[in-house]
């Protein structure tokens, strides 16, 4: 549906110290303009660090929800909490799972991708469905997330907490490759890229080519190291392939270079750790399997450079997987250099309970690396860090086809600082899953 | 109206224009070798040559210039297009920044599929107009040819490429 809007419309916004928006500290105007979709996209000056905001917009004599924010703090900090999303197929359920998040107390939230999905209805009898064929134009794409962003769970946690974000391949097209050059697709990427960033509460200073890699320090305990792994990839399996493109790839390794004494995270939408199949060969090359002369280039770097306390968080699998990271996944005898938490899906199917009982063990005894398996439930993770340790909560869902289902903590992982590897918490050892390594 | 786009025309070879990947290049219309001729499909204004992705699989020129003040509304244009059958394609965008480098407004035009030119080698003209996003300061505008799959020669092309404003100073 086509809203009858001029070409700009003037978007105020006002941002208050207090929830009960007593308190204004900063306020403005915007140009929001039809040529990126009306979206609005404000640089707010002279907040102070650590702090919790609240703000809202007015436009056409309408006045927004409040939303919440928070800056992020600098010097000493003695803890953060965090949550991450990934895949949300609209047709697969309801976000319950956002419901649970908007709920939590989280500094903020990090996207890990496949935020749309980009194909047509599935038909059957799906609990929703999209609204219409495979996106392809601009039009295709806004619609798509005005689809997604309707719903009222997703709504409430972007305006409950700050978002960082990455993406995976549904947001443009499956497994695609940012460098793919025919055509139809460089015209379905641009289509795609601009859409995200309308949709999208990010910084970037290009909307068609948007920067999503890049750092955020939480204080003194954590650096966020945001990577985008699909705009500048090359094809799978390429002997000088890249799944970070040439830039991306230097900058990743002088911020390893250059790594200070903290808790490192990488924001990364797909599986770093080898998931090798028995007898050869890989599950999914579409993952950083798919371009191992670049993974063991990198974490030999961090290897090398003496970068500790390594932590990867992941989407894109519909499953949760915690692995032991090594800068040789086939030499038993590498370092541990870091753990990579593989989250549950907010919604997007996984392997049926079947397949999960009889491979889960598979993938274990080819994965030496693999601690974790557990691919029947949908949910999130909650991260709380400290100096000391890194815990990782993976709340799941009771049911993707009810709204409201409660959420519960399936399992907590840790990871003290200092010390590679992590370990379950002996209070949900005897929690369901499909593999774990003892 | 103001021309804001520097040798649009690639009459001076790439002079305006920043190389950002890869290996573009000005072509002769006269070169032969497949690339579009004077017979072919084409601005009538063509001149003696046009922009070519080269021998990269993608080449990138860009320039950014500088948005009059009161800029009030603008039409961008281009001459785009590629080799017979094959996918390999020009697409340009403009990107309205605004002080801050935060992005006010974004115009895409192209690339042409094949079948959009008919599997025709030449150059077809793309054009949008549109308002200029009030507190746009500068434009970005990148001229992207990729080459489709495998192969040496980057078929992407791109002539007389032009952004006008209207109502600035």
């Known amino acids: ?438 | 109206m103001t021309e804001l786009i520097v040798n649009g025309d690639a009459e001076q070879g790439l002079t305006g224009w920043l190389t950002v990947a890869g290996t573009p290049a000005a072509i002769r219309y006269d070169r032969g070798d497949g690339y579009p001729g004077a017979g072919d499909p084409g601005p009538a204004n063509r001149g003696t040559q046009f922009f070519g992705g080269g021998t990269s699989p993608r080449s990138t020129l860009r320039q950014s210039v500088t948005m009059p003040r009161r800029a009030a509304s603008f039409t961008v244009s281009a001459w785009l297009g590629g080799y017979a059958g094959q996918q390999d394609g020009a697409q340009l965008t403009v990107e309205f920044l605004d002080c801050d480098g935060i992005p006010r407004g974004a115009v895409v035009l192209g690339p042409l599929t094949a079948s959009e030119r008919g599997s025709a080698t030449g150059l077809f003209e793309r054009t949008a107009r549109g308002t200029v996003p009030p507190g746009s300061r500068r434009a970005v505008v990148t001229l992207l040819m990729t080459r489709a799959g495998s192969g040496t020669s980057n078929d992407g092309y791109a002539d007389n490429i032009s952004l006008t404003v209207t109502g600035g100073r």
């Not at chain 1, 609204?131 to 997330?145: F, V």
């Not at chain 1, 985008?228 to 399996?237: F, G, P, T």
């Open chain 1, 1 to 438: 549906m086509t809203q009858p809007l001029p070409d700009v419309v003037e978007v105020s916004w006002t941002v208050y110290s207090d929830r009960a928006l007593r308190r204004r500290v900063a306020h403005g105007t915007v140009a929001a303009s039809n040529l990126l979709g009306h979206s609005v996209h404000a640089v707010v000056r002279g907040l102070l660090p650590g702090r919790q905001y609240y703000f809202r917009f007015s436009a056409l004599g309408r006045t927004s929800r409040v939303g919440r924010t928070r800056t992020a703090p600098v010097g000493p900090v003695s803890r953060v909490r965090f949550a991450t999303a990934n895949c949300q197929a609209f047709h697969d359920g309801f976000y319950a799972a956002h419901r649970g998040i908007a709920t939590e107390d989280v500094d903020f939230v990090v996207h890990l991708g496949d935020y749309i999905y980009e194909h047509g209805q599935v038909g059957g009898h799906p609990v929703r469905d999209h609204e219409g064929p495979a996106i392809l134009s601009l039009a295709d794409y806004r619609r798509r997330y005005a689809l997604y962003k309707g719903d009222p769970s997703l709504r409430a946690s972007h305006a409950a907490h700050p978002w960082f974000l990455t993406w995976d391949d549904h947001e443009c097209a499956n497994d695609y490759s940012g460098t793919e050059g025919a055509a139809p697709f460089v015209a379905r990427r641009a289509a795609a890229y601009q859409a995200w960033y309308e949709n999208m509460p990010v910084r970037a200073g290009s909307a068609l080519e948007p920067q999503l890699y890049r750092q955020r320090r939480w204080g003194d305990l954590l650096d966020l190291t945001v990577l985008d792994l699909r705009q500048y990839r090359s094809a799978q399996n390429l002997a000088d392939g890249t799944i970070l493109g040439t830039s991306q790839k230097k900058w990743l390794l002088d911020q390893i270079s250059s790594s200070r004494d903290t808790w490192h995270c990488w924001i990364n939408s797909i599986m770093l750790s080898q998931l090798a199949r028995p007898g050869g060969g890989y599950y999914f090359t579409d993952q950083w399997d798919g371009f191992r002369a670049e993974r063991a280039e990198v974490l030999g770097h961090v290897a090398s450079s003496g970068m500790e306390d390594l932590v990867v968080v992941t989407g894109d699998w519909h499953s949760a997987f915690v692995d032991d990271i090594r800068p040789d996944f086939d030499n038993r005898d590498a370092p541990v250099i870091g753990t990579e938490f593989t989250a549950h899906s907010v919604t997007s199917g996984a392997y049926s309970a079947e397949w999960n009982t009889v491979n889960g063990p598979v993938m274990g005894a080819a994965n030496p690396h693999l601690k974790y398996f557990e691919g029947n439930r949908y949910g999130y993770d909650v991260y709380e860090v400290t100096p000391q340790r890194w815990s990782t909560h993976m709340r799941v869902i009771g049911s993707r086809g009810d709204a409201a289902s409660p959420v519960s903590t399936l399992t907590t992982f840790h990871v003290d600082r200092g010390k590679p590897g992590s370990y379950e918490d002996p209070g949900s050892v005897a929690s369901p899953a499909q593999y774990r390594r003892v």
